[in-house]
């Protein structure tokens, strides 16, 4: 075979804007090597990080995170017979196995037999997660249908009995209430060598500590704490001390980035106008963002790093979904970025610059519910003051969806002779149609009718569990919409098809059930209409086969949807700039920032 080429990286490992420790770590050419089988290795989404961060936050789990040291190299290879030159500077040692065979070889001709799965190889991630998996099954993990980095495993007594524990009780939960006790489990997260562990009492690491040292790996623990930041694939992380909020920024990476590209910041940074990440005036089609003409100049990389900077938004985006409609409307622009494209990112820098502490709170403190529902404080509604009911304080009130009211059931003809909902459901009225839902999980869908430079429509959802979004996006449709009905089914079906993944991890995690579809909110009356109503297809016969799937989730109970006010639309952020005051709004429901919520029970 032919050998690889090596060599030896040295790097600073960064911890927002602190260097944690300086790396020289062997990497080998394996760019150069031919290998016929699949190289793939599973690495975690975004979304399962968050959810199982929110999950974590909801039951006051105990968060735990660490580091595989060199985990690369604790597998073996896959064959035998790879080779690599030594890298520059390095030579033969007469302690060094085949010493006596290239002692007197000139240095060209000198190889090393690799054993290892050395960082570089492109099997390597492959071999060191298929390690992994035999590892954690054969103590008894599973990983999840939804998500094949997250494993779960639950503890039995020595005599086959589940290992019942006490479950914590949340802030501001009734004293003379008891929770039943449930079966002790450990979930863990796993990406390449960082592993986030969760469990009710802790000892879900140590455990892990244990069982890898068995197999020749060693785990460094890195707690989370809510005195001081952890890192998490460089994600900041605080739990709170009684372990009911968990909260994710990247406060150090943005503001890292800020001063790198434009310079040490002044006070021109903290005006107004950057306290939103894009102007409003960029909606309006006289001041929209369009691609490069054969009469404007394109700005080139020295000038300003337009990919660059496109880029880490992206991955900030991770746990900062304000960013993501500018985002998304600047990265359309990334071949020939122009003046005034780099005028956008240079305010979408300064903007990330003064909200760089911003961070995204789950929270099992506020019993689980979507933003949607809230009290009125209108006093003068006759229900002004009235909690949300569920089985136990029903008090014969419905939630009207259209006008944001409570209302006596004795008032409306289809509450007449029905049961109060069933404990923990929230019962709806939603134009006549009476609909009980589960409020601990929701989301909502919103279309920008063509509002792009090229007529596309703009998709945005909101996917809500834990007090805070776990799933968000904003994207340009495919497709121009001849209406906004059509804008708003492509919408709806795009965020439904993101909703799948979490509501299968939420219940392979126990935390939902999927015997009750998940409220999904439309503004739209009429996308609403032909989204609820199986085999309707006026209006929608050029994308029936679409419709036909939206309805088919219907039918099998995975959504229900619900109209929702447009001023109540958090999903409305996603599709289009915003002026401050409505941007703020939705961004304090979004990040769980307020007093958003308020008990329902």
């Given at each position: 075979?032919?050998?690889?080429?090596?060599?030896?990286?040295?790097?600073?490992?960064?911890?927002?804007?602190?260097?944690?420790?300086?790396?020289?770590?062997?990497?080998?050419?394996?760019?150069c090597?031919?290998?016929?089988?699949?190289?793939?290795?599973?690495?975690?989404?975004?979304?399962s990080?968050?959810?199982?961060?929110?999950?974590?936050?909801?039951?006051?789990?105990?968060?735990?995170?660490g580091?595989?040291?060199?985990?690369?190299?604790?597998?073996?290879?896959?064959?035998?017979?790879?080779?690599?030159?030594?890298?520059?500077?390095?030579?033969?040692?007469p302690?060094d196995?085949?010493y006596?065979?290239?002692?007197?070889?000139?240095?060209?001709r000198?190889?090393?037999?690799?054993?290892?799965?050395?960082?570089?190889?492109?099997?390597?991630?492959?071999?060191?997660?298929?390690?992994?998996?035999?590892?954690?099954e054969s103590?008894?993990?599973?990983?999840?249908?939804?998500e094949?980095c997250?494993?779960?495993?639950?503890l039995?007594?020595?005599d086959?009995?589940p290992?019942?524990?006490?479950?914590?009780?949340p802030?501001?939960?009734?004293?003379?209430?008891?929770?039943?006790?449930?079966?002790e489990?450990?979930?863990?997260l796993i990406?390449v060598?960082?592993?986030?562990?969760?469990?009710?009492?802790?000892?879900?690491?140590?455990?892990?500590v244990k069982?890898?040292?068995?197999?020749?790996?060693?785990?460094?623990?890195?707690?989370?704490?809510?005195?001081?930041?952890?890192?998490?694939?460089?994600?900041?992380?605080?739990?709170?001390?009684?372990?009911?909020?968990?909260s994710?920024?990247?406060?150090?990476?943005?503001?890292?980035?800020?001063?790198?590209?434009?310079?040490?910041?002044?006070?021109?940074?903290?005006?107004?106008?950057?306290?939103?990440?894009?102007?409003?005036?960029?909606?309006?089609?006289?001041?929209?963002?369009?691609?490069?003409?054969e009469?404007?100049?394109?700005?080139?990389?020295?000038?300003?790093?337009?990919?660059k900077?496109?880029?880490?938004?992206?991955?900030?985006?991770v746990?900062?979904?304000?960013?993501?409609?500018?985002v998304r409307?600047?990265?359309?622009?990334?071949?020939?970025?122009?003046?005034?494209?780099?005028?956008?990112?240079?305010?979408?820098?300064?903007?990330?610059y003064?909200?760089?502490?911003?961070?995204?709170?789950?929270s099992?403190?506020?019993?689980q519910?979507?933003?949607?529902?809230?009290?009125?404080?209108?006093?003068?509604?006759?229900?002004a003051?009235?909690n949300?009911?569920?089985?136990?304080?029903?008090?014969?009130?419905?939630?009207?969806s259209?006008?944001?009211?409570?209302?006596?059931?004795?008032?409306?003809?289809?509450?007449?002779?029905?049961?109060?909902?069933?404990?923990?459901?929230?019962?709806?009225?939603?134009?006549g149609?009476?609909?009980?839902?589960d409020?601990?999980?929701?989301?909502?869908?919103?279309a920008?009718?063509?509002?792009?430079?090229?007529?596309k429509?703009?998709s945005?959802?909101?996917?809500?569990?834990?007090?805070?979004?776990?799933?968000?996006?904003?994207?340009?449709?495919?497709?121009?919409?001849m209406?906004?009905?059509?804008?708003e089914i492509?919408a709806?079906?795009?965020?439904?098809?993101?909703?799948?993944?979490?509501?299968?991890?939420?219940?392979?995690?126990?935390?939902?059930?999927?015997l009750?579809?998940?409220?999904?909110?439309?503004?739209?009356?009429?996308?609403k209409?032909?989204l609820a109503v199986?085999?309707?297809?006026?209006?929608?016969?050029?994308?029936?086969?679409?419709?036909?799937?939206?309805?088919?989730?219907?039918?099998?109970?995975?959504?229900n949807?619900?109209?929702?006010?447009?001023?109540?639309?958090v999903?409305?952020?996603?599709?289009?700039?915003?002026?401050?005051?409505?941007?703020?709004k939705?961004?304090?429901?979004l990040?769980?920032?307020?007093?958003?919520?308020e008990?329902?029970?």
């Amino acid at each position: 075979k032919r050998p690889l080429p090596s060599t030896m990286l040295i790097t600073r490992k960064m911890n927002g804007e602190e260097v944690d420790k300086c790396k020289g770590r062997l990497v080998c050419g394996g760019h150069c090597e031919v290998y016929g089988n699949d190289t793939f290795a599973p690495t975690p989404h975004a979304i399962s990080f968050r959810t199982a961060c929110a999950v974590a936050a909801k039951n006051g789990l105990t968060l735990e995170s660490g580091d595989i040291t060199s985990a690369f190299i604790t597998g073996g290879l896959d064959e035998e017979g790879v080779i690599m030159r030594p890298p520059k500077g390095i030579k033969p040692s007469p302690m060094d196995i085949g010493y006596d065979i290239v002692k007197n070889l000139d240095p060209s001709r000198q190889i090393l037999i690799i054993h290892k799965a050395l960082y570089g190889l492109a099997r390597s991630p492959k071999l060191h997660m298929a390690k992994m998996r035999r590892v954690l099954e054969s103590d008894g993990y599973r990983s999840t249908d939804a998500e094949p980095c997250v494993y779960v495993k639950k503890l039995w007594n020595e005599d086959g009995t589940p290992r019942m524990v006490e479950q914590k009780k949340p802030p501001n939960f009734p004293k003379d209430m008891e929770l039943p006790k449930v079966q002790e489990k450990h979930i863990i997260l796993i990406h390449v060598d960082d592993i986030l562990a969760m469990s009710r009492h802790g000892g879900a690491m140590d455990h892990l500590v244990k069982l890898l040292g068995e197999h020749g790996m060693t785990l460094e623990v890195k707690p989370i704490s809510h005195d001081k930041k952890s890192f998490f694939v460089g994600v900041e992380m605080i739990q709170s001390e009684d372990k009911f909020t968990v909260s994710l920024g990247v406060s150090g990476f943005l503001s890292r980035l800020a001063k790198e590209i434009l310079g040490e910041p002044d006070e021109s940074w903290n005006t107004k106008p950057f306290q939103v990440p894009m102007t409003a005036k960029y909606k309006n089609k006289t001041h929209m963002l369009v691609p490069a003409s054969e009469e404007d100049r394109v700005i080139s990389a020295e000038e300003f790093p337009y990919r660059k900077c496109i880029g880490a938004l992206l991955w900030a985006n991770v746990v900062r979904p304000d960013k993501c409609q500018a985002v998304r409307q600047l990265s359309r622009f990334c071949l020939k970025p122009t003046k005034k494209h780099v005028e956008a990112a240079k305010h979408l820098l300064k903007y990330c610059y003064n909200t760089r502490d911003r961070t995204i709170n789950y929270s099992g403190a506020d019993r689980q519910k979507i933003p949607y529902f809230r009290k009125e404080t209108t006093e003068d509604l006759d229900t002004a003051g009235l909690n949300q009911y569920t089985s136990s304080f029903y008090g014969g009130h419905v939630y009207d969806s259209a006008t944001g009211t409570w209302k006596d059931a004795k008032s409306m003809p289809s509450q007449l002779g029905q049961d109060p909902p069933a404990k923990g459901m929230v019962r709806v009225d939603d134009d006549g149609l009476t609909v009980d839902i589960d409020p601990s999980m929701g989301m909502y869908n919103d279309a920008s009718f063509q509002s792009t430079f090229d007529y596309k429509s703009v998709s945005g959802h909101a996917t809500f569990f834990g007090s805070a979004a776990v799933d968000w996006g904003s994207h340009t449709q495919s497709v121009v919409a001849m209406s906004t009905m059509e804008a708003e089914i492509f919408a709806t079906t795009k965020g439904t098809q993101s909703l799948m993944h979490v509501r299968t991890l939420l219940h392979e995690l126990g935390e939902i059930s999927l015997l009750n579809p998940v409220v999904s909110f439309e503004d739209n009356k009429a996308a609403k209409l032909c989204l609820a109503v199986p085999d309707r297809r006026k209006g929608a016969k050029h994308f029936e086969r679409m419709l036909a799937r939206a309805h088919q989730w219907v039918q099998a109970k995975v959504v229900n949807y619900v109209y929702c006010r447009t001023d109540e639309m958090v999903a409305d952020v996603f599709t289009k700039p915003m002026e401050e005051g409505l941007f703020n709004k939705f961004m304090k429901i979004l990040f769980n920032e307020d007093n958003t919520y308020e008990d329902y029970e």
